[in-house]
Nanobody, 119 residues
Framework: QVQLVESGGGLVQPGGSLRVSCAASETIRVFHLMGWYRQAPGKERELVATITPDGFAEYVDSMKERFTISRENAKNTIYLQIDNLKPEDTAVYYC?????????????WGQGTQVTVSA
């Protein structure tokens, strides 16, 4: 059973930075696309960014300036760096992955990590 485990969330002051991580239970080379979503209180889950196995990153237009997605294959981990945090960034951040090969057609989600931006 493939698992994704997020970490790194917490309480941050406006203007601060935070990096959340998503560690997979096996090599992330079994996923053809990984990404980060977020869900704010009372809102639907929304896409933040995705990253391909060769590191090509794409962002939702409104997220391009302050969000950076990256991956570290040796650690089976992807990251989301968030800079200049704003209160509206408060949300649960979820890791998502789509499998290839023996995991073809499978989609995985982590349990989420809470990011709260408040003074």
């Amino acid at each position: 059973q493939v698992q994704l485990v997020e970490s790194g969330g917490g309480l941050v002051q406006p203007g601060g930075s935070l990096r959340v991580s998503c560690a997979a239970s096996e090599t992330i080379r079994v996923f053809h696309l990984m990404g980060w979503y977020r869900q704010a209180p009372g809102k639907e889950r929304e896409l933040v960014a995705t990253i391909t196995p060769d590191g090509f990153a794409e962002y939702v237009d409104s997220m391009k300036e302050r969000f950076t997605i990256s991956r570290e294959n040796a650690k089976n981990t992807i990251y989301l760096q968030i800079d200049n945090l704003k209160p509206e960034d408060t949300a649960v951040y979820y890791c998502n992955a789509h499998g290839i090969g023996r995991l073809r057609g499978m989609e995985y989600w982590g349990q989420g990590t809470q990011v709260t931006v408040s003074a």
